[in-house]
């Protein structure tokens, strides 16, 4: 479903990535793990088109996406659930939720707001408060169903553990695991390896740039090298 | 805690006399041919001390001063009160408008004629303020070279007219359209800048167009502007004694009355209301669409509503072109209120004004920015006693508004539909 060709990303004349290649096919949970500053999230803004990368191809869907603009990615079937959540904190639930459906018609926008509520139904509940004054994880929620409503084929998720609770972060993964459960292709990008390799049916692992391994989620899991430098021995 | 508070009341009461006494306290006379520095009389020079003691004394207790303010209900009657039901504050909301759209129609017909002319420019100023609440208020991009737009509609009729004897009706679109188009071109500049870099290249901008008209002299006039320029006429009927243009008739002879001077200011009047009740409906739908949403989304978080599939360029542009189109309107109705217009209405101030007013009134909201704009052009009209020291009362006003009021005369409320309740 996606596709990255030996892909070289540029910061102006530095290069944060050193031919990258990645694969997600349709149906699957991949994540992508490295520490900070490997690459990961720039690997996901290559994606959107923000920045191009210089050289390689990326594919969504059998199409090449490398040179269009983030707009139309954006609009081509991938939904992003930024880092940090990013949601609209002076707009209430509702109104965050509509954004997602913003290129829909308005049935379309009332079937998969009622989905979105189905699957958190805490965010009915606070369906007129304002992002802003909602919980981390009520937030993070509220990103992902806010992503879920264009009706993507694949979604991306960067850090959605970030700054939660363990428990709320447990919730968060098990929501990514229903997703798979509705065909919804995930692609995770996580620094919580122990969590999304144990969800994962694959994984990459991406360090100063490049892609070090690539393997099953539960093989990973079990490699001696991603447990010392992950998974704290 | 006692000293603390006396050093700092002594500093303010130093810093209020070395910036009052040097400014208040000499004189600077002629003699013949040489200019002599004098002491100026003792009334002035007590005026001085009395405010340095009342800076002490009011510094020295502030806490006791300020506290007792604070309990006073008087300030802010909202503070403690439940926000009302979304239904009823509807009601009243819309029973207000009536009440006040109603007003404003008999308005020119009791008022003096020197009250309906200020009227009609708090009208133009409702229509600058309702476009600049979208830029600022709703997109969140900070403009300071608002007047330029203005600006671009009241030349436009002007040079129309001038050049070409075009109509006050005719022009109106035109001078609108073409300050959109201003709007298009410098948002083209400015998309990748926000925040301070952007206030900073919209002042710019604002003074290319005033300088621009200042210097064309053979286009504009220059600083002498342009003068006679027509009033708006009604299907065919002008509202001067003799008729100017061929195949036109006169208002009073039409309708077979005594001519007044009055009917013209009333008509103009009347055009600004109706084109002000128009921008406020158009605005407030646009509000409610998407677009509008779009605006208040790039407002909150650029990077997410990109993540969305946003085009920052057309929801930026689509902000500055649309607030752009609406001071190109008020611009025509100002030019033709005035008859003349020259760079020096267009100035910084102008736009610092229209911006002062969509933030008194509470960024977003339109009936806060109505109000704001009334008020601020009438009150200085009110004190036209004390003519030399408008701003002081203008920058008071501001000051006090900020510290009670930060959010605005009548801050935004978030439009929400009311789906019904489930138990």
């Known amino acids: 479903m996606l596709v990255l060709e030996d892909v070289h990303t540029h910061y102006g004349k530095i290069e944060a990535l050193h031919g990258v290649s990645v694969e997600v096919k349709k149906g699957e949970i991949v994540s992508l793990i490295g520490a900070n500053g490997a690459g990961k999230t720039t690997l996901l803004m290559t994606v959107c088109g923000n920045p191009q990368a210089t050289s390689g191809r990326v594919l969504f869907q059998g199409r090449e996406i490398t040179r269009d603009l983030t707009s139309n990615i954006m609009r081509s079937g991938i939904a992003i659930v930024p880092e940090g959540r990013r949601v609209f904190s002076g707009l209430t639930v509702e109104e965050n939720l509509h954004m997602g459906g913003f290129f829909n018609t308005k049935s379309e926008i009332r079937k998969s707001q009622e989905h979105v509520y189905e699957l958190f139904p805490r965010l009915k509940e606070r369906e007129h408060q304002r992002a802003g004054t909602m919980s981390g994880g009520e937030q993070q929620m509220l990103a992902i169903g806010r992503a879920l409503m264009s009706k993507p084929n694949m979604i991306i998720l960067d850090e959605p553990s970030l700054g939660l609770a363990p428990l709320v972060i447990k919730q968060i993964f098990e929501i990514i695991g229903k997703l798979r459960e509705e065909g919804i292709t995930v692609f995770l990008v996580e620094q919580n390896a122990h969590q999304a390799l144990n969800l994962a049916d694959r994984g990459y692992v991406l360090e100063t740039g490049r892609i070090r391994l690539h393997d099953t989620g539960k093989n990973l899991l079990a490699n001696p090298d991603v447990q010392n430098a992950y998974l704290g021995g | ?423």
């Not at chain 2, 360029?313 to 030019?335: Q, R």
């Not at chain 2, 209405?345 to 960024?363: P, R, T, W, Y």
């Open chain 2, 1 to 423: 805690m006692a000293a603390h508070n006396l050093k700092h009341a002594l500093f303010c009461a130093f810093i209020t006399l070395i910036i009052s006494y040097p400014i208040l306290g000499f004189d600077l006379t002629s003699r013949g041919t040489t200019v002599v520095l004098e002491g100026v009389n003792t009334t002035t020079s007590i005026g001085v001390l009395a405010a340095v003691i009342i800076v002490f004394l009011f510094q020295y207790f502030r806490d006791s001063v300020m506290g007792s303010l604070r309990q006073l209900p008087a300030i802010n009657p909202l503070a403690n009160r439940e926000p009302m039901e979304q239904s009823k504050r509807l009601k009243l909301e819309s029973i207000l408008l009536t009440l006040m759209i109603i007003g404003a129609l008999i308005w020119p017909f009791i008022a003096s004629r020197g009250a309906v002319d200020l009227a009609t420019l708090v009208l133009i100023y409702i229509m600058l303020a309702l476009g600049l609440n979208v830029v600022v208020g709703l997109a969140g991009l900070l403009d300071l070279g608002y007047v330029a737009f203005y600006a671009v509609g009241a030349y436009t009729f002007a040079l129309l007219s001038q050049y070409y004897g075009i109509s006050f009706w005719f022009a109106l679109p035109i001078g609108a359209g073409l300050a959109a188009l201003f709007g298009l071109v410098l948002g083209f500049p400015v998309l990748r800048l926000r925040g301070d870099y952007l206030a900073i290249v919209t002042l710019g901008f604002g003074e290319i167009i005033r300088i621009l008209l200042n210097n064309m002299t053979s286009l504009t006039g220059g600083p002498n502007g342009i003068g006679g320029i027509p009033d708006p006429t009604l299907f065919g009927m002008e509202f001067g004694r003799r008729v100017k243009e061929e195949g036109n008739t006169s208002f009073h002879e039409t309708f077979g009355i005594a001519y007044s001077g009055e009917h013209k200011v009333i008509f103009l009047y009347l055009i600004a209301l109706v084109l002000a009740v128009i921008t406020a409906i158009a605005i407030r739908r646009l509000m409610r669409m998407p677009v509008g949403r779009a605006w208040e989304a790039l407002r909150e978080d650029e990077i997410a509503a990109k993540s969305l599939g946003l085009s920052r360029t057309a929801v930026k542009l689509s902000a500055f072109t649309i607030g752009a189109f609406f001071a190109g309107f008020a611009g025509t109705v100002f030019a033709s209120k005035q008859g003349f217009i020259s760079p020096e209405s267009f100035v910084f101030l102008e736009s610092a004004i229209i911006l002062a007013i969509v933030v008194l009134g509470g960024m977003g909201s339109q009936m806060g920015v109505i109000l704001a704009a009334i008020a601020v052009t009438i009150l200085p009209e009110l004190a036209r006693e004390f003519s030399e020291y408008r701003m002081l009362i203008f920058g008071a006003a501001m000051v006090l508004m900020m510290v009670w009021r930060p959010q605005g005369l009548m801050p935004m409320r978030r439009i929400h539909i009311e789906l019904k309740r489930q138990e």
